[in-house]
Structures are given as C-alpha cells and as structure tokens.
C-alpha cells in the first residue's frame, strides 16, 4: 500500500477564525487527526464523516501519550496510507516540538508538509489589547520558552532583557519567580508592566495585569493558571485603550451548536464567533451513516412509477444524502423535472434552494394539497399512517446515529461541555442531538431545540444575541422555538 502523507498544521491560539485557509482545506480531506490540548475541538468539524481521531494533550506532569509515541503514531498512519493532520496548537515550528516530529517523519521516509500557523506569541496579546511592537515604545520583541526540557538549564535572563523592548514568554507560568527574578536581577525596573494572559482568544480568556515587583504574588493569591503567556514591557499599559476582544457582545458565552448538515452547523458557529463566542459545532452529518440502498432503491422507484410522485425531505442531512446520490450514480437532475418536492419546515426548504429546488409546499399537509399520487417520504413511517388514504413510501437516508460507539466524537464534545456551556442550540429534531441536548441540560445548560428559518447570518446572529442576553434562568430548561 502506498504511503499516506502527514501534514503538520498549526491551529492558531484557539479562535477557530484564525485557522489559516490551507489548514482548513488539509482538516476537510484528512483520514486520520491527531490533535492537542491547545487546538480548538471546534476545527474537528471541518473534517470529513468516518474520520479518526487520536488525542494526544498534554498537561504539566500528564501527557496523554509520550512524544516519541506520537512521532511513531504519525508514522505508523501514514504507512497504512492514510493522510494524517497533525493539528497543534499556536504554529508547529514555534516551541511546538514540530521540528521533532517532521524530522522523525524524513528519518521513517514519510512525505510530510508543514502548514504554519498563527502563533499565540504575537495574537493573544493583541486579543489582550497589546502590540508585542508600537513606535517610540518598542521596535522589537522577543519570544522565549519559560520551559526547557533540561531540568536546572537556567535562560540567560540578563541576555534576554537588553535583547528588545518587550519579551514574551511562552509555557512560563510555573516559573514565573525565577522569570521574575531573573529579570530583576539583569537590571530591568521592578515597575517594568507585566500581563499575563490565559487561554487567549478563547471564552476563558483572563488577563491579568502588573508589574515585576508584585506580578508573582499576584499570580500566587489569584491562583492564576496555565496555559497562559506573559508579556512584559511597556507595550503593555495600552491595554487600557486597545482591549477589544473582550469588549465583543457574546465575549465569555459558550455556545454548543448542533445541525444536521456540517455545512450548516459551521454557518450558525461563524455568525456568533465573529461577535465573540466561543462555539463548538458538531453535525450529525459527521456521526451518521448514510443509508446508501434505500436511497437508491427510493431513486429506482421515484423515476420509473409512472405516476404523479414526490419526494417529501423531514431533514436537511437526508436532502444532502439524496442529492449526493444523484451525482454519485450520475442521475442527470434534468430527469427530476416531474417531481414534486416538499419540507418538513423552513430550514429544509431553504435548504433545497442550494440545489436550485423550491419546494412545492411546506409540512406535512404539503402530502395532501399537491395533486401527486405516490409520495416517498424521509422516515415517514408516521406519515404515512396519518395519511391512511395517500400512498406515501417511507425511506431512511441514513441507518442510525453512532454517538455512542464512536468514542472519539463522544469525547470531544463531553469534554468540552463539561468546561460549561452557557446554550446548546439546534436547528433540528435528531434522535442524537435529543441525546446531546439532555446530557447539556443535566450539565446546566439552557437549551432551545429549534427550527429557525434563518434568511441569512445576521438573524442568526441577532438571534442568539437576544438569547443569550436576555435568559438568565437559574435552572436548566428546555426550550422549544
């Protein structure tokens, strides 16, 4: 079997925005994402259904798997000929051991690719409202490691401090008192400005703000954590003036977005990351499995019965699958001109628009007010039963939901609910999402199971703001729109 090839891909400091497009395209065709504790679960859903996924985080003192273990993951992927991402945080090259890795991968022969990244050393301090560089106060800045893999290797602090006009220190936070320290000791002023930031571009973002002479006991009475950077210099008092991100309508809400289609779910997570939000959008589209026979044999019968027929859609995922099955067995559309369409509701019409279909009626008494003889339902078991006098055909686009048996998607999203979700918000009625929204809810979570008819995204947006702004229940609900 011919070899995969691995592609080391910086995810940026955790805004899913600051993905670069590359990066983007690489997740969407990867068999295989081995990812860290510091990417954004969000970026998992731009991948591809049947996807695996390998975690492999590390905290101080905890790391998932050894790092010459991951190497060899990478490696043993991609000789079964799958294309791997390699997904790490910030960019590989910067104090992400990707240098490590890709020189295991050309030592094992593996082709592998580098996609840069935006490193959190320059953008979680300008999320922070800090220019790591501004004219007349500092022309130059220097980035370190505040953790070195030699025990009792000590940076030459006194170097570091006359280098440039403002040093950033990266996985620092542990060590803070001898930074401090040290820095002191080369003769920077105990009044120099310090900031330290925490999950920067995040919903947790926290920054806190002092100087040399008190910044450690400050961090130590606030038990401030990591991963967080610091930054010292003067760059830093224009954090007063320059602080944005935090300043954006939904910063600090979390918002828990599920769809049916990936395509939809990314749509709704984008309209509320650009107002501040941190979002995970997951599909069922992704965790699905796609009902290949019925949808032929649904296909057979719509084009050779002779008859008025329809064909009625309940969900946008089950027109996605009867759409991808046309091309597939290479059905010319042309040959669909016959055909009644009908949705359930709005947001599975306007869904048909994609693929140049207005639907001829909307719910279910579409089944009783078109003058078609045979309708071939999605799922319309019940339908058809309520419609004792109409021939409806139920048909199933896709066999069942696998959020149990795939562990992986299980754990990336219970992880990131168990972090605290301030809404989960649905656009469908999925036997799934059902599933997800209880575990939110007994988690704390208000949640609105709805079926928005959304025209573009700033009702979604406007929407969720007026959501997120006005509800404050003391309790978990369940909402329906």
């Known amino acids: 079997m011919a070899s995969g090839r691995v592609f080391l891909v910086g995810a940026g400091p955790g805004d899913p925005g600051l993905l670069t497009v590359k990066g983007r395209r690489v997740l969407e065709h990867a068999d295989a994402i081995v990812y860290d504790r510091l990417a954004s679960p969000r970026l998992l859903g ?82 922070a409202g800090i220019p790591v560089t501004y004219r007349d106060v500092s022309p130059s800045f220097t980035v370190v490691t505040g953790h070195r893999s030699t025990e ?4 030459d602090w006194n170097a570091y401090a006359k280098l440039s006009d403002t040093l950033v220190v990266l996985m620092g936070v542990r060590q803070l008192p001898r930074i401090v320290a040290g820095l002191l000791t080369a003769g920077k002023s105990p009044t120099t400005p310090v900031a330290l930031i925490r999950w920067g571009t995040r919903a947790a ?19 401030f954590q990591s991963p967080a950077i610091i930054v010292v210099g003067d760059v830093v008092s224009s954090r007063d003036e320059l602080s944005w991100f935090e300043s954006l309508p939904l910063f600090g809400r979390r918002v828990f977005i599920t769809a049916d289609t990936t395509a939809e779910a990314i749509r709704m997570a984008e309209a ?83 693929y140049g279909i207005f639907a001829d009626g909307i719910g279910p008494d579409t089944l009783l007010q078109s003058p078609v003889e045979q309708w071939w339902c999605e799922a319309g078991g019940n339908l058809a039963q309520a419609f004792g006098n109409l021939s409806v055909a139920p048909f199933n686009t896709f066999c069942a939901y696998a959020v149990d048996e795939n562990r992986p998607w299980s754990g990336v999203f219970r992880e990131w609910l168990a972090e605290g979700v301030d809404v989960v918000w649905t656009a469908h009625r999925s036997d799934a999402v059902e599933q997800l929204s209880l575990e939110a809810c007994q988690a704390g979570a208000p949640i609105r199971l709805q079926s928005l008819h959304y025209a573009d995204d700033s009702s979604i947006s406007q929407t969720m703001i007026e959501a997120l702004w006005n509800d404050h229940p003391a309790d978990s609900t369940v909402v329906r729109v």
């Open 272 to 354: 509320l990351e650009v107002l501040g939000a941190e979002t995970l959008a997951f599909s069922s589209e992704l965790i699905a499995s796609q009902n290949t026979s019925e949808i032929r044999c649904a296909l057979s019968d719509v084009m050779t019965s002779g008859v008025p027929a329809g064909v009625y859609f309940t969900t946008t995922l089950g027109a996605k699958c009867w759409f991808d099955e046309l091309r597939v067995s290479r059905i010319d559309a042309r040959r669909l001109s016959s055909l009644s369409f009908g949705a359930s509701n709005h947001v599975v019409a306007e869904y048909l628009e994609t």
């Open 205 to 223: 973002q926290r920054t806190l703000v002092g100087t040399l002479e008190d910044i450690a006991e400050t961090v130590r009475q606030t038990r």
């Open 152 to 155: 009792g290797l000590e940076l």
């Open 46 to 127: 731009y991948a591809k259904p049947g996807v695996s996924l390998y975690y492999v985080g590390k905290v101080a003192d905890d790391h998932t798997m050894p790092q010459r273990d991951i190497e060899q993951l990478l490696i043993s992927l991609a000789r079964a000929g799958r294309n791997v991402v390699r997904l790490k945080g910030g960019d590989p090259f910067v104090f992400g051991r990707g240098g490590e890795e890709a020189l295991a991968l050309a030592k094992a022969d593996i082709p592998f690719e580098v996609v840069p990244g935006i490193t959190s050393a320059v953008s979680v301090p300008a999320y």
